[in-house]
């Protein structure tokens, strides 16, 4: 019948369903992915390859940029040492200028340590510069302070300008930049201290320890042009003073040492002898 030959079709494409669904789930038939998923996973594996390319050349560019720096830093000598100092005490471009007072009339006894402590209370310090004699390293009387801030070393000048400090009035004045010298706070960090002390001694040792000089047998330490016009001058006023005094007596002997070595001349040893002892008499007996 007509019924019987439309339901076998059905029937056919339903077994061959089956079929299909059975091998899918045992791995022997796989369905086909869409475009659009195939295009995302592409994209997903091409961010972490690129997200791996770039941790791995991170490093290197890393150490690049260090050896770069490195090589850019200047080496560590006193040149550059100071260079760097010299910037580093260069006022700011921007903001307030630094101000310079002078500091007269100073009274013994206020040195670096006390100018410091003492103008700190106005505010910031950044340089200060103690006039000293090079020849004895004391207080010349006079400095320079700066201040980090110009208004501050106006104020400054102003309170202290005539003010009794020590037995002494104050000369505070307000240097402006342009009567400053480039080389004003030069060496400043530099601590004078008396020479003369050291000088003293190294005199003392090159007098003390001279070398020795054989003379007639004996080690005699080497005289200096100065001792042997110091002596000359001396001979020479002594026997200016015997002439006046009408003295006749040859100095020159004396000072050459002729009398002496005429005085310490061997003589003879003389033996003593011991003589026998006497005895004594007995005196004669009475009869």
Known sequence: SLSSQQALPRLAGGVAAMVGKKATKKGKVKPKASKAKAQKAGDGEAKKRKAKV???????????????????????????????????????????????????????????????????????????????????????????????????????????????????TLVCTFKPREECHPKLFSGWREEISDPRPAKRAKHMLGFNDRPNVEVDGQAVPQMTKEQVKRRDLQKKKMKAKLKQLEVDYDIDEVLEGAADDEAEEEEPEVKHTKLPKKKKRRAASST
């Not at 005490?89 to 307030?96: Q, S, Y």
């Open 54 to 168: 770039t941790e791995a050349s991170e490093p290197k560019v890393e150490q690049e940029e260090v050896a770069a720096q490195e090589k850019a830093k200047p080496r560590k000598t006193k040149a550059n040492r100071f260079k760097e100092a010299m910037e580093a005490e260069e006022e700011p471009k921007e903001g307030e200028p630094k101000g310079v007072v002078y500091l007269g009339h100073i009274p013994d006894g206020f040195f670096e340590q006390q100018i410091k402590k003492y103008f700190s209370q106005f505010g910031d310090v950044t340089r200060f510069k103690l006039a000293r004699s090079r020849k004895t390293g004391g207080s010349k009387g006079y400095a320079f302070i700066e201040f980090r801030q110009e208004s501050v070393a106006k104020i400054v000048a102003q309170t202290m300008n005539k003010y009794i400090l020590g037995n002494k």
